[in-house]
């Protein structure tokens, strides 16, 4: 393998590496996204008023009601 070859295919090898870490940290920020809004749904559901949710989820009315929980 000639050093060019070598360094295309480290090249290669590092976008591989970096778009796994991305992905991981997307599925992760997802998830994440995806419990405080179920904990939203839950706490509407027990009385919670929809200003207090909003403040401790930080989600807006509009995110909300995007997600099916208005």
Same mark, same amino acid.
């Given at each position: 393998?000639?050093?060019?070859?070598r360094?295309? $295919?480290?090249?290669? +090898? +590092?976008?591989?590496? +970096? *778009? #796994?870490?991305? *992905?991981?940290?997307?599925?992760?920020? +997802? *998830?994440?996204?995806?419990? %405080?809004?179920?904990?939203?749904?839950?706490?509407? %559901? %027990?009385? #919670?008023?929809?200003?207090?949710?909003?403040?401790i989820? *930080?989600? $807006?009315?509009?995110?909300?009601?995007?997600?099916?929980?208005?």
């Amino acid at each position: 393998m000639t050093t060019a070859e070598r360094l295309i $295919s480290e090249g290669i +090898q +590092q976008g591989i590496e +970096q *778009g #796994i870490e991305r *992905g991981i940290k997307k599925g992760i920020k +997802q *998830g994440v996204e995806k419990g %405080k809004l179920e904990d939203a749904g839950e706490m509407l %559901k %027990k009385g #919670i008023d929809l200003k207090t949710v909003l403040e401790i989820t *930080g989600f $807006s009315e509009k995110t909300l009601k995007e997600n099916g929980i208005l």
